[in-house]
């Protein structure tokens, strides 16, 4: 049973792997750039939800009902002013800026918050659970997390499917020049993007945050795991992000089975098998539903 367990821990990670990757994997799929500034902007999300608790005494998830918005404006106003500049760079710009942006970042936090640990705190919904089996177990809060990654998901492939805006978005993501021709503002389309890979990044960060401690420096290892989530799963594909960060989940979750110190390890054993076997992932697509 002990097995069992590990397995279904590991999927409800992954669903939390996954929330954390889909803004990642949305802007490749549009802008076909990797945000290295997508894993501390998730902490300045945990962040913003820590001080409106301190300064408000807002719960986390109602805290999310200003961190989302505010974080989807920085996203626009970010891709406006500064990304769509370094778009026109060429391929290497937007990884210069946006790593040029997760050191700022990291070092505004350092020295607003110090390099103390933090924790959001969920009340009793961060311990309790329900137990199915002898040696098996399923969390309320790691539920919930996996959860909303699956409804993150799925609500990010509808609107590209259903909406003109995510039409439009699916259109200059294959090809820009047609899209311009046909009346497509790519610019408008690609701020839009990144306000919405912002906002989910948002409800990422204040799950990661009350799921465990996290610092400045917590950015790093975050994006660690978006990016091999969303490339085990296939670079653009949105569902594929789903079944990446529950394959790497399921793999550290057995790994620390075996032993607690080999969990990390596992997961980066099988990203680098992935890549050995199906450079493109397992799901490689476009920006999809």
Same mark, same amino acid.
């Given at each position: 049973?002990?097995? %069992?367990?590990?397995? %279904?821990?590991?999927?409800?990670?992954?669903?939390?792997?996954?929330?954390?990757?889909?803004?990642?994997?949305? &802007?490749?799929?549009?802008?076909?750039?990797?945000?290295?500034?997508?894993?501390? /902007?998730?902490? &300045? @999300?945990?962040?913003?939800?820590?001080?409106?608790?301190?300064?408000?005494?807002?719960?986390?998830?109602?805290?999310?009902?200003? &961190? #989302? $918005?505010?974080?989807?404006?920085?996203?626009?106003?970010?891709?406006?002013?500064?990304?769509?500049?370094?778009?026109?760079?060429?391929?290497?710009?937007?990884?210069?800026?946006?790593?040029?942006?997760?050191?700022?970042?990291?070092?505004?936090?350092?020295?607003?918050?110090?390099?103390?640990?933090?924790?959001?705190?969920?009340?009793?919904?961060?311990?309790?659970?329900?137990?199915?089996?002898?040696?098996?177990?399923?969390?309320?809060? $790691?539920?919930?997390?996996?959860?909303?990654?699956?409804?993150?998901?799925?609500?990010?492939?509808?609107?590209?499917?259903?909406?003109?805006?995510?039409?439009?978005?699916?259109?200059?993501?294959?090809? $820009?020049?047609?899209? *311009? /021709?046909?009346?497509?503002?790519?610019? *408008?389309?690609?701020? %839009? @993007?990144?306000?919405?890979?912002?906002?989910?990044?948002?409800?990422?960060?204040?799950?990661?945050?009350?799921?465990?401690?996290?610092?400045?420096?917590?950015?790093?290892?975050?994006?660690?795991?978006?990016?091999?989530?969303? #490339?085990?799963?296939?670079?653009?594909?949105?569902?594929?992000?789903?079944?990446?960060?529950?394959?790497?989940?399921?793999?550290?979750?057995?790994?620390?089975? %075996?032993? $607690?110190?080999?969990?990390?390890?596992?997961?980066?054993? &099988?990203?680098?098998? #992935?890549?050995?076997?199906?450079? *493109?992932?397992?799901?490689?697509?476009?920006?999809?539903?």
């Amino acid at each position: 049973m002990s097995w %069992v367990n590990a397995v %279904v821990q590991g999927v409800l990670l992954g669903g939390l792997y996954a929330l954390v990757a889909a803004g990642l994997s949305l &802007v490749f799929g549009v802008m076909r750039i990797v945000n290295l500034a997508h894993g501390v /902007l998730a902490v &300045v @999300a945990a962040y913003g939800a820590l001080v409106l608790g301190r300064a408000l005494g807002l719960h986390p998830f109602l805290a999310l009902l200003l &961190v #989302v $918005p505010a974080m989807a404006a920085i996203g626009y106003l970010l891709q406006r002013g500064l990304l769509d500049r370094a778009l026109r760079g060429g391929e290497l710009a937007p990884l210069l800026v946006t790593f040029g942006l997760a050191i700022v970042l990291q070092n505004v936090l350092l020295e607003a918050f110090s390099a103390d640990n933090q924790r959001l705190s969920v009340g009793a919904l961060g311990t309790s659970g329900v137990r199915i089996a002898d040696g098996l177990s399923i969390g309320w809060f $790691p539920l919930l997390a996996a959860l909303t990654g699956v409804a993150v998901i799925a609500g990010l492939g509808r609107f590209l499917a259903r909406t003109r805006t995510g039409r439009a978005m699916r259109a200059a993501s294959d090809d $820009p020049e047609a899209a *311009r /021709l046909m009346g497509v503002d790519d610019r *408008r389309i690609y701020a %839009v @993007a990144t306000a919405l890979a912002l906002a989910t990044v948002a409800v990422a960060g204040v799950f990661l945050g009350a799921r465990s401690t996290f610092d400045p420096a917590a950015g790093a290892t975050t994006l660690i795991f978006a990016f091999e989530a969303v #490339v085990i799963g296939g670079l653009g594909s949105l569902w594929g992000t789903l079944a990446g960060g529950i394959v790497l989940g399921v793999a550290q979750g057995l790994g620390a089975a %075996v032993d $607690p110190a080999y969990g990390v390890l596992a997961g980066h054993l &099988v990203f680098l098998a #992935v890549l050995a076997v199906k450079p *493109r992932g397992l799901f490689p697509s476009a920006v999809t539903a």
